[in-house]
Nanobody, 124 residues
Framework: QVQLVESGGGSVQVGGSLRLSCAFS???????MGWFRQAPGKEREGVAT????????YYANSVKGRFFISQDNAKNTMDLEMNSLKPEDTAMYYC??????????????????WGQGTRVTVSS
């Protein structure tokens, strides 16, 4: 089992930055982790994924060059640094981990552990 707790969400103006953090505990040998988001009325989508403690990273095209995912196994945290935020980044952001898939993935079904989410609102 893996427990995930997100923090760091909030409200920010267009062009601003936020840093989300995910504290994880339990079976920390899980190698695949990621950040997803879900806007009202939309499907949950993957935005960033990290594998093997940062050996590999992958981003959705919509956030590439603006978001950066990192992991610190000494602190059992995974962060998502979000820059140049846009109104379309407004969503509930979820931390996720997988013990059922090996490799990078932004596919929701490849993850079997989820946090409760933290809300991000970007206003103009």
């Amino acid at each position: 089992q893996v427990q995930l707790v997100e923090s760091g969400g909030g409200s920010v103006q267009v062009g601003g930055s936020l840093r989300l953090s995910c504290a994880f505990s339990g079976n920390t040998s899980t190698q695949l982790m990621g950040w997803f988001r879900q806007a009202p009325g939309k499907e949950r989508e993957g935005v960033a994924t990290i594998y093997d403690t940062g050996a590999d990273r992958y981003y959705a095209n919509s956030v590439k060059g603006r978001f950066f995912i990192s992991q610190d196994n000494a602190k059992n945290t995974m962060d998502l640094e979000m820059n140049s935020l846009k109104p379309e980044d407004t969503a509930m952001y979820y931390c996720a981990a997988s013990s059922i898939f090996y490799g990078l993935s932004l596919i929701r079904d490849h993850y079997n552990y989820w946090g409760q989410g933290t809300r991000v609102t970007v206003s103009s």
